[in-house]
């Protein structure tokens, strides 16, 4: 057997630890601001029941400039809903961290959510 072989294979408890790490789960909005951000809370809600008890978990709200560019030509507030958005978040589920903000220059959905977690096997 070739004893370089041996090293390439992950071990047993490098597998398990990938295995315990979930697929993050990704929700995109668009339209208006404040729907968009009341959606994203309520699919952060609905992530939180699925994933149930986790060894830690990460939250990502992506924002897309050239969309929130349009929305505010449109008509649509960034405050105060933005800022009653992040306190919520960070003050009713629980969460370690305060989510990670991105701002996107690219084009896109309005808000994209991003949760990641780590399970606890």
Known sequence: MN???RLSRPSKRTRA?????????VWSFDGAFATCLADAED???RAIV???DVASIAVLVELSLPALKRRVVAGDTIQPAWGMFLERLGSRY????APRVRFVPGAGPLATLVVAYRSLE
Do not use: F, S, T
């Not at 630890?17 to 789960?25: M, R, V």
């Open 50 to 52: 699925q994933v149930g």
């Open 3 to 5: 004893p370089l072989a």
């Open 94 to 97: 629980g969460l370690p961290a």
């Open 17 to 25: 630890h990938a295995d315990a790490i979930g697929a993050p789960l």
């Open 43 to 45: 699919a952060l809600r």
